[in-house]
């Protein structure tokens, strides 16, 4: 699929700039086939209105039975239209195949939905962001919540999108091209009295269906709803004053506390032992980091939780990046015996053996020697590299094994002791992106460098913290206690990808 990796996201652009240049050349091709028409076309007529060009002249009576016989026919049943139209379709055919999907489709618009959630963003101001380059007071027809809450039954979030679209509506009725747009005011007031019907609250969907009947009379199912409505008013049928719930829709029990912390309002130093947290330079007894002591920033204790600033370089991200990308398939995870993809986990990764490359070699000794871990086969497992896409996240999980039956034990490594994340991109590309919220909020892109509120950062529940995206930074936890059980203090989440690029290993 397409939108669970930034990087399918830009090759999908790129699908849509070869097909821009096969749509030009349909263009040149037709408006060329069109020119010589049209050029005929004048011919033919200066001869019918040139009073001197009698057919009483045989040169001229010839060429009027052989335009008639032979060259209308051939302009009329000129193919060159279907060839034109068959090398366009035959272009589109090619590329079918590297297009998003419905699935996409959908998980783009789920992912909008995610983020609104998560970062407690108005429709409103994702509206304004998302579409603002088009132009401010078009509606949003195409806007992505409506249709998958709507046919998925999710009213809190069609409601919401709906009064957006509707709204934009009111204000710009008349005034725009109805032949560019799909939809209408009628139409979304039809579907907001509809998601107002079904959430229960019966008298505004009484008063957008006489909206709707002001535009479009005889429209007889409306009028019956009208009546319907009365009727259930008439019998103490509202529930106007309750407020929407919204669907629980990934079933997370901390979801309070993982947004929260998603939102950057839990990072807030631990109250016990801060005299232990804070900066120093590890060597760690590694010859390896005698040179260059890793720079360590520990962020909790119990769990311990370290980040390592300048873990890699540039370079050895980029080169990261390169090795990885084509063979990056979308995460899975474990489920039972099996693994598979999970709505909860939206990424899209690969892995990468320390033979791939030295820079691959060169990171696992250097994780080996800040962490003092043995990392050599069997003992580690292959380099995960991570790449997220449109809203892309990671729910609260343990990377360590909890059931017996995990995927993990048939792997002689065992359970997973400790786990290196290494952060190789930052999040750039946010200027375009306004979202208005009271969180976030700025002019250029977002607030300070710590990509917090870009969202993506790391959150552990039950810590309460949470690291924001540090381009080059290796993070380090312990997900093993000494006594090998799992910590259940480890629970972390990657929070859903605002905007920009992230990519872990
Ligand atoms: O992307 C993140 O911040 C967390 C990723 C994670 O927890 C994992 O890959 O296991
Ligand atoms: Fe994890």
């Known amino acids: ?105 959908d998980g783009a618009a789920r992912a909008l939905m995610r983020l609104q959630d998560v970062y407690a963003l108005s429709v409103k101001g994702m509206a304004n962001g998302l579409f603002q380059h088009t132009s401010t007071d078009r509606p949003p027809l195409y806007s992505p919540g409506r249709r998958v809450a709507y046919d998925t039954g999710d009213y809190y979030h069609s409601i919401a999108w709906l009064e957006e679209a509707v709204s934009r509506f009111r204000l710009s009725y008349g005034s725009w091209n109805p032949e560019e747009e799909r939809g209408s005011l009628e139409d979304a007031l039809d579907y907001l009295a509809f998601s107002y019907f079904m959430a229960g609250n019966i008298s505004h969907a009484l008063t957008l269906s006489r909206e709707f009947l002001h535009y479009d009379p005889s429209n007889q199912r409306v009028t019956r709803n009208v009546a319907k409505y009365e009727k259930m008013l008439a019998a103490g049928g509202d529930r106007a004053g309750r407020p929407l719930q919204r669907p629980n829709a990934t079933q997370l029990q901390n979801r309070d506390a993982y947004e929260e912390l998603c939102q950057g309002l839990g990072t807030q130093m631990a109250p016990e032992q801060p005299s232990h947290l804070g900066c ?90 800040v962490t003092g871990l043995d990392l050599r086969p069997p003992y580690a497992e292959y380099l995960q590299v991570v790449n997220y896409g449109l809203g892309g996240h990671y729910e609260p999980h343990f990377d360590h094994a909890t059931s017996r039956k995990s995927p993990l034990y048939r792997m002689k490594s065992g359970n997973r002791i400790a786990t290196v994340m290494i952060y190789v991109s930052p999040h750039f590309g946010l200027r375009e992106i306004r979202v208005d919220s009271s969180r976030v909020q700025s002019e250029r892109g977002w607030r300070g460098l710590s990509a917090v509120e870009a969202g993506g950062s790391t959150a552990f529940i039950y810590a309460n913290v949470s690291v924001p995206v540090v381009k080059n930074a290796a993070l380090f936890w312990w997900n093993l206690r000494r006594n090998g059980d799992g910590d259940g203090d480890t629970l972390h989440a990657g929070c859903p990808v605002l905007a920009g690029d992230k990519w872990g290993e």
């Open 1 to 105: 699929d397409t939108f669970s990796a930034l990087r399918s996201i830009r090759q999908a652009r790129g699908s849509e700039g070869r097909l821009l240049r096969r749509l030009r050349a349909y263009l040149r091709e037709e408006s060329a086939r069109l020119r010589r028409l049209s050029r005929f076309y004048e011919k033919v007529r200066a001869l019918h209105q040139d009073p001197g060009a009698s057919v009483d002249n045989p040169l001229l009576a010839f060429s009027l039975i052989k335009r008639l016989s032979s060259d209308w026919p051939s302009v009329i049943y000129s193919s060159e239209a279907t060839e034109n139209s068959r090398a366009l379709h035959a272009g589109f055919q090619e590329l079918q195949r590297e297009l998003p999907g419905a699935e996409d489709l």
């Open 280 to 369: 120093s330079y590890e060597t760690n007894g590694s010859p390896f980091l005698l040179l260059q002591p890793a720079k360590k920033e520990t962020l909790r204790l119990q769990p311990y939780i370290v980040l390592y600033h300048d873990f890699v370089s540039d370079a050895e991200a980029e080169t990261i990046k390169g090795l990885a990308g084509p063979w990056l398939q979308r995460s899975v995870v474990a489920s039972g015996e099996k693994q598979q993809k999970a709505e909860y986990r939206i990424s899209k990764s690969a892995w990468l053996k320390d033979t791939a490359d030295p820079v691959v070699r060169a990171l696992e000794l250097r994780m080996a020697a």
